[in-house]
């Protein structure tokens, strides 16, 4: 029997969709009964009363829980969020109810084993729920008293060997797709870099220093799996700048049918004949392609790298040679400016252990800009609306580019300066008459 | 600037401030100290460390204040 009525909550569960709702009635569930016999340290009942909150939030359409607080562990300035609620007495099981979060492994690869160890912690020391993963990559660890969070911290550390996330107005967990482990569009190795990036900033990982949240996200190639260009402060994305490899057997196969496009992801319906010219040559944004005579061609000048072609024949055309990464500023979910995506600030760099130029010449000149004059709770890409890109290049000493700009004359925002242009910006009147009538 | 003299710095300064705030950016903290941000953060780590500063989140933006003076009600826009 359940400890609170919640047929609101009830509700939720009809739907078509796997609930949250039911996962939390089932971690009730199982701490109610305790089979396993675990020795719970925060209230047993914890699911119970947190279901019994969120039914009473939906009832009163406002929320119970307070916002933040001063909860960590020792030295760490973020990786802990406090929550608290304001019925304790209603609901003693979440009076206390932190998140914590950890970081999550490079790439998301875990051992069952590993999966496991956190799991059985989090259900002893913790409400047993977790959110794999959350917006950053972390895994989240829903709720816990404050007592508990030290010694969480220091099983992680000393048994699991397993360091906590960023949050606050700190560097974010950085995060990355597969990659290179798995995936053959990888343009660099995304998991190394991310490891490299998270081992060598663990100051600005846990000691808050930045006027707000910081992100950085890796993508191997433009298909952008973690979706780095829309929600991180500086996204690193995979190109290669030589030439498509094209197999024209292959593409024949594809054209003849023996191969199926996209690998057969499609297939769950009848789409008809594979037609190249429609699927492949008329949907490259840039028109640089060509298929005549059996034979494919591709203007590699004009390829903008979309990755659609490559999608559709992955067994015909393969990333080029020449791989490194494009780098994007600004990117983030709406705060205070509305949704942005990411602008171009390095077209093409290698990226390579130990990335020092990667380090030196574009993440710390931006973080000195940014902790400088970047306002408090202005991320990056609003500071670069407000100053204007050509500081960002000024301060990071990058130079323009026309890759920069969408085209020209839409957002011209790189200037000449008068120092910049032979003989300045002053004119001989006289001379200008000769040519000009008043 | 010498660690303690930071240190007197930043407890004056707060106290001062405390009947209008209790929480404070780490910007405020920089210019309190008149350095740039990069200089400051060793210091003022370690007055957190020492236990002169703690720190106080939201989940998306950190505060500093002096142990003992937030009250968690003022997060609250009460007072
Ligand atoms: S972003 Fe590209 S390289 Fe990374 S997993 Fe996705 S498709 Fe593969
Ligand atoms: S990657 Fe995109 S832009 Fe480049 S050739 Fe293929 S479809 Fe065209």
Known sequence: MAKHETP?????????????????????????TNEKGVDYQIPQDACEDLLGVLELSFKHGRTHWKHGGIVGVFGYGGGVIGRYCDQPEMFPGVAHFHTMRVSQPAGKFYTTKYLESICDLWERRGSGITNMHGSTGDIIFLGTTTPQLEE????????LNQDLGGSGSNLRTPSDCIGAARCEYACYDTQAICHDLTVEYQDELHRPAFPYKFKFKFDGCPNCCVASIARSDLSFIGLWRDEIRIDEEAVKAYVGGELKPNAGAHAGRDWGAFDIQKEVIGLCPTQCMRYEGDKLEINNKECTHCMHCINVMPRALRIGNDRGCAILAGAKAPILDGAQMGTLIVPFIKAEPPYTDIKEKVIEPIWDWWMEEGKNRERLGELMKRQGMQKLLEMTGLDPDPRMIQEPRTNPYIFWKEDEVEGGFKRDINEFRKYHKR | MEYDEAKEKIKVELTKKLKTKSKFYFNDLAKILGMKPREAKKLINQMVLDGVLEYWSSGSTSMYGMPGTGKQSSAEHED
């Open chain 1, 8 to 32: 609101l909550l009830d509700q939720l569960e009809t739907g078509p969709w796997p609930s949250f709702v039911t996962d939390i009635k089932r971690e009730a569930e199982s701490r109610a």
């Open chain 1, 152 to 159: 969480v911290f220091y099983e992680l550390t000393h048994n």
